[in-house]
């Protein structure tokens, strides 16, 4: 993304969940700091509670060299609970109105490899090249941008919040296709055929979990998912009990150690049925897996912002990039597979055999999957 942004020429539009004053974060800030003093357009769209730890300081250098910077949904208290609850968890760059990524990788240091002075947290992003598709993304960037406050509104609106909001992040943090013309337009982009999914009107909420469906529900060989935050409703799980009942390989990857503690113990209340079930789950032992991707039967693949969880199911902002290509789905399969080799299985007898208390600490966080 940094070489994309250096090399642009007209227009750089960036749509993040969170944005950190950190390492990654000052070499996001320089990058666009740099293109926008050459005479590209820049626009930072970040959403406001993802970024909300960033002192003014850093949206200020930004803003002075012509950057445009917009916040989504401050948390202010005029706002109704249901509305700040509505986050921007998509994650877009547009360069030049020609090349796109999208995925799961926010601009912190989390998200960046260890070289790179990160964190090394496995995640996956895709670049993807082509006018058609970049103005599915433009538009889909345009509406949040319109719903977005411009800085610095959005900080002087919230500065009284401060103590409020970081309480009301911890219930957050700890935590509480088929309709739209330009959400389904099938695109040529880098020689494959693409389809970009983002959900915008409450009512369109359900577009990337009902592309999920389709696919599952056609699947005949394998399906491999990898998901930070893994709490599927009741359809998709049924779905992928009856791929297995179908003679389909159903594996998840799961994150063992994750950012947010109480949904990783309610994903565990679900164990015993996926075991049931024959779905195989591997847990990633080392840092936080964060991808959010799945791959099915060697032709259908997808990478997002989008979580099995009840958050991107219904409040979230989301985004997709659903890819049929045979050739794209072998290299993320053997990247999966890659990252099962790393795993540590989950087998219905050493989690059947777990202690009693915490079977009652998962089944009391499950409780609470609405809320997180």
């Known amino acids: 993304m940094l070489s994309a942004i250096a090399a642009a020429k007209e227009t750089i539009d960036l749509e993040t969940y969170i944005i950190a004053d950190d390492h990654t974060g000052s070499r996001f800030k320089q990058a666009l700091s740099e293109a926008a003093n050459r005479g590209v357009h820049v626009r930072l769209l970040y959403d406001h509670l993802g970024g909300m730890d960033v002192p003014p300081a850093f949206f200020e250098q930004l803003a002075a060299t012509g950057i445009e910077v917009r916040a989504f949904h401050p948390l202010v208290i005029t706002r109704p609970d249901w509305a700040m609850n509505r986050r921007d968890h998509r994650k877009i760059l547009v360069v030049d109105d020609s090349i796109s990524f999208t995925g799961g990788l926010n601009i912190a240091d989390d998200y960046a490899s260890i070289s790179d002075g990160g964190h ?92 999920y469906l389709f696919a599952i529900n056609r699947a005949q060989n394998y399906i491999l998912i990898e998901n930070a935050y893994f709490l599927p409703d009741i359809d998709i799980r049924h779905a992928l009990a009856r791929a297995v009942k179908r003679g389909v390989t159903v594996a998840v990857v799961l994150t063992r150690e994750s950012d947010v503690k109480i949904i990783s113990l309610a994903t565990r209340h679900l164990y015993c049925s996926l075991l049931e079930n024959g779905i195989q789950i591997f847990e990633w032992p080392r840092s936080m897996m964060h991808s959010k991707t799945a791959v099915i039967d060697d032709c259908w693949s997808i990478v997002g912002s989008y979580n099995f969880d009840h958050r991107s199911l219904l409040h979230n902002l989301e985004v997709a990039a659903v890819i049929a290509d045979n050739g794209f789905a072998q290299k993320l399969r053997d990247q999966t597979l890659t990252d099962i080799a790393k795993c540590r299985q989950i087998t219905a007898q050493s989690h059947r055999s777990r202690p009693f208390y915490q079977k009652l600490l998962h089944a009391a966080a499950y409780l609470l999957r609405q809320w997180l």
């Open 120 to 211: 090394g947290w496995r995640d996956t992003h895709v670049r993807i090249d082509g006018p058609d598709i970049a103005q599915v993304f433009t538009s889909l960037f345009e509406y949040a941008w319109q719903k977005a406050t411009p800085y610095p509104q959005a900080h002087k609106k919230t500065e009284i919040w401060k103590s409020r909001i970081r309480r009301l992040r911890r219930p957050i943090s700890l935590k509480r296709l088929f309709r739209k013309r330009d959400s389904l337009q099938m695109c040529p982009a880098s020689g494959l055929a693409v389809q970009i999914i983002g959900n915008r009107e409450f009512r369109h909420r359900r577009l990337i979990h009902n592309a």
